[in-house]
């Protein structure tokens, strides 16, 4: 009895250090598969950042500098390209303080609206565009500074990986829309009761302004600006974005708005096929 006992013990043990063994590879090349995996999304990001300074910037040029993962990649390459002298005589327009620190850092030359209304080209990531190439952006938080810029450029260059890619606005990402912090509940509640933002749920912001909805603190996320954002969620196609985009810059305590719809000049799409370029 005792032989036997000690028998199926020692397979016990046995097998739950194979299981274990098997647990701790299959944990290993999990955490490794996701590596890999978020490592070639930071590549594609960084294929269309380059792609697009490559393609669009050249010395002389004003360029609009966008804000968040991909547009940072952009910005990179400004700065690379400057230091290497394939660039010269370029100044640019920051569309947020995070951008505007970075650029500093890498020597590239930074002026304003109120000096240069007119841009050559903006360069920005998107957080959902559809197959118009309308856009919802602001999930960093910079959009009034985004669009205020952007809306001044000849040419606006969108760069997203595939994921960005959807058959209609609003439920892939939701819609942020910048409110006065003065009795922002009230706006909220107007917000939502627009005819073409029916069946939305609107949340307002909290935590950080640049993490998009994800709720990571207690208190309202503030923007560079002072305001408050309230995001949108819809769980089927906004019907007419356009209409939205007017009716939310009609609304008084709206400053504005994650729509940017009829603005994009080319989108460079980085997929697992490789990159691709869609013009409206």
Avoid at 246 to 267: E, I, S, W
Wanted: aromatic content about 4%.
């Amino acid at each position: 009895n005792h032989a036997m006992i000690a028998l199926v013990s020692v397979l016990a043990l046995s097998s739950a250090s194979h299981t274990s063994t098997a647990q701790s590879r299959l944990n290993r090349s999990g955490l490794r598969s996701s590596r890999v995996t978020m490592a070639s999304q930071d590549d594609l990001k960084k294929q269309v950042g380059f792609k697009s300074v490559d393609d669009y910037v050249t010395s002389g040029m004003v360029v609009g500098l966008g804000t968040g993962s991909t547009a940072a990649f952009a910005v990179e390459r400004v700065g690379e390209k400057l230091k290497s002298g394939e660039l010269k005589d370029i100044i640019a327009v920051p569309t947020s303080v995070r951008t505007k620190e970075q650029a500093e850092s890498l020597g590239i030359p930074l002026v304003t609206l109120d000096t240069h209304s007119e841009l050559d080209v903006a360069i920005d990531g998107a957080d959902a565009v559809d197959p118009q190439l309308n856009l919802i952006k602001g999930g960093g938080g910079a959009l009034l500074r985004e669009k205020m810029v952007e809306v001044c450029a000849k040419k606006f260059i969108v760069i997203v990986d595939e994921s960005k890619l959807c058959d209609g606005l609003g439920p892939s990402f939701p819609l942020p829309v910048e409110i006065t912090p003065f009795c922002w509940e009230h706006t909220m509640r107007k917000v939502a009761a627009l005819p073409a933002a029916s069946g939305c749920e609107a949340k307002l912001r909290l935590g950080s302004a640049a993490t998009g909805s994800k709720v990571d603190g207690d208190e309202p996320a503030v923007t560079d600006n002072g305001n408050y954002i309230v995001d949108l969620f819809f769980k089927s196609p906004i019907a007419d974005a356009p209409a939205l985009a007017d009716q939310l810059k009609a609304t008084v305590g709206v400053v504005d708005h994650g729509l940017f719809c009829g603005m994009t000049t080319a989108c460079i799409i980085a997929g697992s096929d490789g990159i691709s370029v869609k013009t409206p």
